[in-house]
């Protein structure tokens, strides 16, 4: 890896107003490498769970988002802004748990949807040189992270039109099956779906079952168009996640 290709990390915790918990914590805009020496505009992605992306601030592993950009750059991949938002510490299952989630107390996932979509987007598109069209935007994560991404791409369709799916912890809202079928979508969206085979028995099957949900809808490849990745030997973890996350950052951003 060159480290002259590392992006630029700029901190907007004290600028931005926080989610919803209203917990400041660390929200870090990975900026391209190059970013400061062109006039050039950028898709964005927004990641859950900041505190697992890079560097090392997590006891469960790391993604390394940043190294890996560095070595996408090197192929000419990585012109792409990551906004890494941290999670809420304890109350992280809250803050990604969709609305009729709550048996872990009251649900903040709504108001978490909302912000990313009305506060946290506007404020990164004013600051920051993107594409801030829904085509050029993306949002996603892993686990629990994964299930708010998903919830919030259902719901505010019209902000994001990619959406990079983990190892979602769809077990825990099996409405969000009923979401899917009642998604109209009257734009153009790529889901890239991540599922490994030893993440427990239902893991395969209910990353299967959301695409089935999805598609009897009548969401066929000229609305909306997947990408299913399954790993039979796959475990819940961010390194295995950290390397499908270069594949889906191509597949959803710099392929047609």
Do not use: C
């Amino acid at each position: 890896m060159n480290p002259s290709l590392l992006p630029k990390i700029e901190v907007i915790s004290n600028a931005v107003k926080p989610p919803p918990v209203g917990r400041r914590r660390r929200i870090a805009v990975l900026l391209p490498h190059n970013y400061h020496n062109t006039d050039k505009r950028y898709p964005v992605l927004y990641l859950q769970d900041g505190q697992n992306l890079l560097e090392h601030r997590s006891p469960f592993g790391n993604w390394h988002v940043d190294q890996r950009l560095a070595r996408m750059a090197e192929h000419g991949l990585g012109d792409l802004i990551v906004v890494a938002i941290d999670h809420a510490e304890e109350d992280r299952i809250r803050e990604f748990s969709p609305p009729e989630v709550t048996k872990f107390g009251p649900s903040l996932g709504k108001q978490y949807a909302h912000y990313m979509a009305e506060e946290l987007k506007p404020y990164v598109d004013a600051n920051f040189r993107t594409l801030p069209d829904r085509q050029h935007t993306g949002i996603g994560g892993s686990s629990m992270g994964g299930l708010i991404s998903v919830y919030s791409g259902f719901i505010f369709p019209e902000a994001f039109g990619k959406m990079m799916i983990f190892s979602p912890s769809l077990w825990l809202s099996p409405k969000i099956y009923f979401h899917a079928i009642n998604f109209f979508n009257p734009f153009q969206t790529k889901i890239y779906l991540y599922a490994g085979g030893n993440e427990g028995a239902n893991m395969v099957p209910n990353v299967q079952r959301l695409k089935a949900a999805l598609q009897r809808k009548g969401l066929d490849g000229s609305k909306i168009e997947f990408n299913v990745s399954i790993d039979p030997n796959g475990e819940h973890n961010e390194s295995k996640w950290g390397e499908e996350f270069p594949k889906a950052v191509e597949w959803l951003f710099f392929k047609n």
